[in-house]
């Protein structure tokens, strides 16, 4: 950005030029519609120029928020027939009039037809430029514009789920609710030290407890973060167990795929084999690991039993699984004991159930379930378990309040030291402590935009897709 460019909307503190911008919101190639959106202060104007109404009403007469078929037009030459959805300035996504122009969805019209509206003087948006605008001007706070990112990007129902929430204002609301309770705080603080004089009655017992409710809460919210990241960016599930137990068949089964090579021979997967699944709306990697045995035949394979440890160390969830068709023998128990470390993330998974079943020979203390990847037995039930262990796991939360957002995640961290700072030092340092409790709001206030800077506003907005 240059030094000519000028402020405007109601968020001090970023420029940009209050010009018209348009872009294609839908996916470029053939498709039954294609949309362009136009955004600005020229918006009507630019109408007024390409798009004739079938009923020649005049385009700033439309009513905002209503439907006109008409042509879209450049000079004498009928481009295509379209439907026009005009939204007025302030009742539209960026609060500046927009047209949102549906036409047929071939990539040779679309491109007429944004040719045409850049021929006229507007600018191609810029990625992210139409969320940006909505949060310049007031519509939504930054929580909500990254939720509109999260929503798109979402792989699975729970991120989905929870970007939804965020952009109808339920994780800015407790943000705000904890921003008021520091505002409070910091006030009475400053009248008891401004003037010690009067007769102005000050709790410090009261101001530390609210101080120290605002850490808890803080500290509620940051303690989410690592489920909303999972629910966000994936858990990992590491399938392991002895050579040919069914760990290929079974990555196979849970990902309805041929993704692993199946073989009847021992020690057949030497790499990682990784594929993307979806379990009770959270996506998944699984990982298919080489067979584990006591003593590696050579070199490759020791190398191959490396990574598979390193994977299940790493691993949020590990599928133990064993031939149930056997009575388990001493390789299995020595990798039980190599997984011991990892109970609580395991669940084992007794396969070949088609050729009989044999109860282990004691209990292991893991979760267990039978299944056959030869027939599907089980492998319903195995999701289920898989779900539910997310859960109580305390891997996933229920709450759909959850910051996902690695940049919202920091600033709370910096908020709670702050927080604790200024209530360890508030009986003995009050001024030093209102600072810090100052502190601690300028961090809320950068999750929600309040406060932030050009360059981080820039950083966050260019993620975004063009069209949105």
């Not at 104007?45 to 042509?71: M, Q, V, W």
């Not at 850490?215 to 489920?227: F, H, R």
């Not at 299944?371 to 109580?392: D, E, F, P, Q």
Request: glycine residues 8%.
């Amino acid at each position: 950005m240059t030094g000519a460019e000028v402020l405007t909307g109601s968020a001090a503190g970023v420029k940009y030029y209050p010009d018209t911008i348009a872009a294609p919101i839908s996916a470029w190639g053939h498709s039954s519609v294609g949309l362009i959106r136009i955004s600005g202060k020229d918006t009507i104007k630019i109408l007024e120029k390409i798009f004739k109404p079938a009923d020649r009403k005049k385009i700033k007469r439309i009513p905002s928020h209503t439907i006109t078929y008409g042509h879209i037009h450049d000079g004498g030459e009928v481009i295509d027939e379209v439907l026009v959805f005009l939204m007025k300035s302030p009742r539209s996504y960026t609060r500046e009039d927009v047209a949102e122009i549906s036409s047929h969805g071939g990539p040779v019209v679309i491109k007429k037809i944004y040719q045409l509206i850049l021929k006229h003087g507007v600018r191609s948006a810029k990625p992210g430029e139409f969320t940006k605008r909505a949060f310049l001007n007031g519509r939504i706070d930054l929580v909500q514009a990254e939720a509109v990112a999260g929503i798109i990007n979402a792989r699975g129902e729970k991120a989905a789920k929870i970007s939804a929430s965020q952009m109808g204002g339920k994780l800015s609301e407790k943000i705000n609710k904890l921003r008021s309770l520091l505002i409070s705080s910091a006030a009475e603080l400053n009248a008891a030290i401004d003037f010690p004089e009067d007769d102005i009655t000050v709790s410090l017992p009261k101001i530390k407890k609210n101080i120290a409710h605002a850490g808890s809460e803080s500290q509620k919210l940051l303690s989410g973060y690592d489920s909303g990241k999972l629910a966000s960016e994936g858990v990992k599930i590491v399938i392991a167990g002895k050579p040919n137990v069914g760990k290929s068949s079974l990555i196979n089964a849970l990902s309805s795929s041929e993704r692993a090579i199946v073989t009847s021979i021992p020690g057949t997967t030497r790499d990682i084999i990784r594929e993307s699944i979806e379990i009770g709306g959270i996506p998944a990697e699984l990982y298919d690991t080489a067979g584990i045995r006591k003593k590696p035949n050579g070199v490759i394979e020791k190398m191959g039993m490396d990574k598979t440890m390193d994977a299940v160390a790493d691993a949020n969830i590990i599928i133990f699984v064993f031939d149930a068709s056997k009575k388990t023998d001493e390789k299995d128990r020595n990798i039980a004991r190599l997984l011991e470390p990892f109970r609580r993330k395991i669940i084992m998974a007794g396969n070949k159930t088609d050729l009989g079943k044999k109860q282990p020979e004691k209990k292991t203390g893991f979760g267990l379930v039978y299944i056959s990847c030869l027939t599907g037995y089980g492998i319903n039930g195995l999701k289920k378990r898989l779900a539910g262990h997310l859960v109580s796991g305390s891997f996933i939360s229920d709450d759909d309040t959850l910051v996902t957002s690695a940049r919202q995640a920091e600033c709370l961290k910096n908020c709670l030291l702050n927080i604790k700072e200024a209530e360890k030092i508030l009986t003995k340092r009050p001024a030093e402590s209102v600072w810090l409790v100052e502190k601690a709001l300028g961090e809320l206030d950068k999750i929600t935009g309040r406060e932030f800077r050009e360059e981080m506003i820039n950083e966050i907005f260019s993620k975004f897709c063009i069209g949105k």
